[in-house]
């Protein structure tokens, strides 16, 4: 039987990649994508997330979320192009034709609470991009933490950051709400942060080899890790030449393959203060801080294994 999934996503080249791999995977079942603001603002998120399943030809209900961090005005400062001069890797909308679909008339916080509220059967959650809507959520009703059976978050760093020196995007850029769900009580929760995006890059040659399957969803797929690879290229020293992260995917590969990464019970909070520090997440490799682990830490990706599955997902 396909496992349920609800994405939640700031759309984004990445996060496009991991709904076509949540979409076409034939042992998942995708309820539903919420989205929020983060890569790019709220009304390009959302537009980008019917774009991707309308490209697939897939009819998933898409529920817009939250344009603004639970506490703060915006993000924590402001933000400007991250490497001046060089490819963004997301751009604003997605390089595939304008949506024609809708989105739904409930909200995603609103979806969240009553589909768990609801649900009879697993229902993985993901969010792959600011906390924003699932801290909303939680506050709302504080007993989605004991409804929500498993969580994968992307999100975090431990040895360097891609927004400040320790501090991942994701985190950085709603940093009380990461706080909110990392301290909700929620179970099964697994981190998927970049030491762990960072083992599992696609390359040039897999980007050729997705081009030639010829699918809208392979085609899309090379088409957008292009345009990350020339970003990484040009302006982020942290990943080999000619390959780029494809974070998001990851946390999706996991759920159906969860050896693709390997994990280590931890205890891991979050910094909210500080220009320089804040959302910098603090994991806790060496018990010092004597707390129980609250979720389990990914370290470490299969790369090839990982590749293979976009492949063989969107062969057909
Ligand atoms: O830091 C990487 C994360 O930030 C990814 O989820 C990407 O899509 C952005 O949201
Ligand atoms: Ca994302």
Redesign the pocket.
């Known amino acids: 039987m396909a496992t349920k999934v609800i994405l939640d996503?700031?759309?984004?080249?990445?996060?496009a990649v991991a709904l076509m791999l949540a979409a076409l995977h034939p042992e998942i079942e995708l309820v539903g994508a919420c989205s929020v603001a983060?890569?790019v603002p709220l009304e390009f998120t959302t537009e980008n997330t019917l774009r991707v399943f309308d490209h697939l030809g897939k009819s998933v209900p898409v529920y817009q979320g939250l344009s603004k961090p639970i506490a703060r005005e915006d993000f924590p400062v402001p933000r400007g192009a991250p490497n001046p001069g060089t490819t963004n890797v997301?751009g604003d909308y997605l390089d595939i034709p304008a949506s024609t679909s809708t989105i739904q008339d409930t909200h995603a916080v609103e979806f969240l609470i009553e589909t768990y509220r609801a649900a009879t059967e697993e229902i993985v959650l993901i969010p792959?991009?600011?906390l924003t809507n699932i801290a909303a959520a939680l506050r709302v009703e504080p007993r989605l933490a004991e409804w929500v059976p498993r969580t994968i978050i992307?999100?975090g760093?431990h040895h360097t950051g891609?927004?400040t020196p320790r501090a991942?995007?994701?985190i950085w850029?709603d940093p009380e709400a990461a706080h909110v769900v990392f301290h909700a009580g929620l179970r099964n929760v697994t981190l998927v942060p970049?030491d762990a995006?960072h083992k599992a890059l696609v390359s040039r040659d897999d980007c050729a080899a997705l081009r030639a399957l010829g699918t809208p969803a392979a085609e899309a797929t090379a088409t957008f890790v292009e345009r990350r690879i020339k970003g990484y290229d040009e302006g982020q020293p942290m990943s080999r030449a000619g390959a780029a992260?494809v974070?998001?995917a990851l946390c999706v590969a996991a759920v159906v393959q969860p050896e693709i990464i390997t994990t280590q019970d931890l205890y891991v909070t979050v910094e909210t203060h500080g220009e320089v520090t804040v959302g910098e997440t603090i994991i806790d490799v060496a018990g010092r801080s004597k707390r129980q682990p609250n979720m389990a830490v990914a370290f470490d990706a299969d790369e090839r294994a990982f590749v293979r599955m976009l492949l063989d997902t969107f062969a057909g």
């Not at 996503?9 to 996060?15: F, K």
């Open positions: 996503v700031d759309t984004g080249t990445d996060d983060g890569n997301h792959v991009g600011p992307m999100g760093a891609n927004l991942e995007f994701n850029a970049l995006t992260p974070h998001d």
